[in-house]
């Protein structure tokens, strides 16, 4: 059978950390051969000594035999180099986010690969365009946006850039429905759909610790809407100390108000549940937040020293705030082409971010709501908090018409 340039027969993996690892799994769970590349030889074994845990694992619980565990461990192999990935049809890099150091991986990876080999970055959030440029296969280049845990978790962000070939983003669709994912195609903005809506509904939750809320109200009250968990668990469980490495390797965003509760939570170790303490207490070997009254203490203590003056901020207030942030920001994607439907925006916050199921998503939610009632909510808030809550055009638009996000078409 002749092989047309974009089947995806064999991948290579860049990257050995806690991303890399699960993307491995995906990847072999398909059934497609893995080369895998760490410039740290001794973290690659024991990323390979962990996924075959993993398997061995899922045989001892009946999800696979022995056999398919045999399988997928043979499919992944230790590469020394990128000159050893030469012939593979995919790459997917996987190391920290850093733009000059997945410019400098990309340039590499260009010189070395088969001219229609697909070159694919795991970043969250940076500018899928800006790593293309540095290759000269702008046309071969995206973003696979796995999220954590890899081979568990559901959900993968297709990025397109300026310049993504259509039959590009069709093989990795392919991919995606190959490894069992949830596939969205999105485009390149900083954050895609998931993170640029997530920053704003984080930006609330952070500033209401402020002005008086706790963290272990704000997460009631959004796990009391359904959410699987409220933004300060999902922090300890991914790890307060991912966002404060990464402002103090850019040099920038250390100085905001609404970080200074979790710097000075990663000043003291309290990097979440891997150190047994973040917004929550852990007891050893459990995954079970505890409040901590000492949270408590800290986030009064920083927000007085900042000036503000703390009121009562009940569980209204906070779902409020919050999932408006969602909704608008929602539409501003929508709106710009970032997502293809809102749909698709609902896909990504069921699937990746814990929306509850039963609300059908925040696009959704909003459009039970009503959007003359959604408007009317953003601009009291407009009123009350500023520019930042000026509700998105197609808002305002969909409002006078009675119409709905759902039926939404981008011009």
């Not at 590469?79 to 410019?103: H, P």
Request: with cysteine; glycine share 10%; hydrophobic share 45%.
């Amino acid at each position: 059978m002749s092989q047309t340039p974009l089947q995806i027969q064999r991948a290579a993996v860049i990257g050995a950390g806690t991303m890399g690892r699960g993307i491995v799994m995906c990847l072999a769970n398909a059934g497609v051969p893995v080369q895998w590349v760490d410039n740290n030889p001794q973290m690659l074994d024991q990323a390979l000594t962990a996924i075959a845990q993993t398997w061995a694992h899922n045989v001892r619980q009946g999800r696979i035999d022995q056999a398919e565990a045999d399988a997928r461990i043979a499919r992944v192999t230790a590469a020394a180099d990128y000159a050893a990935i030469s012939e593979v049809d995919l790459v997917i890099e996987a190391v920290y986010e850093n733009l000059e150091l997945k410019q400098q991986i990309f340039r590499q990876l260009d010189g070395l690969l088969k001219p229609q080999a697909i070159l694919a970055s795991n970043t969250s959030a940076l500018d899928i365009d800006a790593i293309a440029a540095v290759t000269q296969r702008p046309q071969q280049v995206l973003g696979l946006h796995f999220f954590s845990p890899a081979h568990i978790m559901k959900l993968l962000e297709i990025v397109r850039g300026a310049q993504t070939a259509p039959a590009v983003l069709q093989a990795a669709k392919a991919l995606g429905d190959r490894m069992g994912k949830v596939s969205v195609v999105a485009g390149n903005c900083f954050g895609f759909i998931g993170n640029r809506m997530l920053n704003t509904y984080v930006l609330e939750a952070r500033k209401m610790l402020l002005e008086g809320a706790f963290p272990y109200q704000v997460d009631a009250a959004l796990q009391g809407f359904g959410f699987a968990m409220g933004p300060f668990r999902m922090y300890d469980v991914v790890g307060i100390d991912l966002g404060w490495r990464a402002r103090e390797l850019a040099g920038v965003g250390q100085d905001e108000d609404e970080i200074q509760v979790d710097n000075r939570l990663c000043e003291q170790g309290r990097f979440g549940q891997k150190s047994g303490n973040g917004y929550y207490h852990y007891e050893p070997g459990s995954r079970q937040a505890e409040h901590d009254p000492q949270v408590d203490a800290l986030v009064l203590r920083v927000s007085e020293q900042l000036g503000y003056q703390r009121r009562e901020i009940g569980a209204e207030e906070i779902l409020e705030r919050c999932l408006l942030a969602l909704v608008n920001e929602g539409a501003k994607i929508l709106q710009e082409g970032i997502a293809e439907s809102a749909r698709d925006i609902d896909l990504v916050y069921l699937n990746g971010y814990g929306f509850p199921a039963d609300k059908g998503g925040p696009m959704a939610w909003a459009d039970q709501q009503g959007l003359a009632a959604i408007e009317a909510r953003l601009l009291r808030l407009e009123a009350e908090q500023g520019a930042l809550w000026k509700p998105a055009g197609i808002i305002r638009e969909l409002a006078a018409s009675g119409a709905q996000l759902a039926r939404y078409q981008a011009d």
